[in-house]
């Protein structure tokens, strides 16, 4: 989950991006690195947004955004030993901060490690409960895991079409539990009576 589109749509980054591109380097400002940096991987120039937040993080080691942001570059890159490192240490730092607690089991679970990543979902969605994209990410690792796992994710996977009745988030939840259901039908119907031939 990327935490910060909303910094930098595709539209306003491109607008964005010369004057930020020509202030970065030249002037020591967190703000300016970070806000390049966010644009850069918005715009899918995910590698050229490391170097930006990287400048950022060594004029403010305690920007928090801009650590949430290199994590998240880092996954998309799908250097995921990187981004888990990154994400831990400013979880350590801030263990109340659900938005890196998201990105740090989304990156886990992008990873191929849904049961490491739980019990992060499960943090990110007890200190923010009305953030449908924490809710969501807890269904579906909870799915990835499978078994009596499965039954808890088509729980959750209500809840968020339920609450966000009119998001994307919802609609991915409906496509989601209508799939389960026919997956359920047509097992109801092959385990069931089947006409003599």
């Known amino acids: 989950v990327d935490p910060v589109g909303e910094l930098a749509d595709e539209e306003g980054g491109i607008h964005a991006l010369p004057g930020l591109e020509a202030m970065s380097g030249m002037i020591d400002d967190a703000d300016i690195d970070y806000n390049y940096g966010v644009a850069l991987s918005e715009l899918g120039r995910v590698e050229e947004s490391l170097v930006p937040l990287k400048r950022c993080l060594s004029l403010d080691p305690d920007?928090?955004?801009?650590?949430?942001?290199?994590g998240v570059s880092l996954s998309?890159?799908?250097?995921?030993?990187?981004?888990?490192?990154?994400?831990?240490?400013?979880?350590?730092?801030?263990?109340?901060?659900?938005?890196?607690k998201q990105n740090l089991a989304?990156?886990?679970?992008?990873?191929?490690?849904?049961?490491?990543?739980?019990?992060?979902f499960r943090q990110a969605v007890s200190l923010a409960p009305n953030n449908p994209a924490a809710l969501l990410g807890l269904a579906q690792c909870l799915n990835e895991i499978g078994g009596d796992h499965r039954k808890e994710a088509l729980k959750v996977y209500r809840e968020v079409a339920k609450r966000f009745p009119d998001t994307d988030i919802a609609e991915t939840a409906k496509k989601i539990l209508n799939q389960q259901a026919r997956d359920d039908l047509r097992g109801a119907v092959s385990d069931g009576i089947r006409p003599d031939a």
Do not use: C, H, M
């Open 63 to 70: 920007y928090t955004n801009a650590t949430i942001a290199l």
């Open 76 to 100: 998309k890159l799908r250097r995921y030993d990187e981004a888990v490192v990154t994400l831990w240490s400013a979880a350590n730092t801030q263990p109340d901060n659900a938005l890196i």
């Open 106 to 120: 989304a990156t886990l679970a992008r990873a191929g490690k849904p049961l490491e990543a739980l019990p992060f």
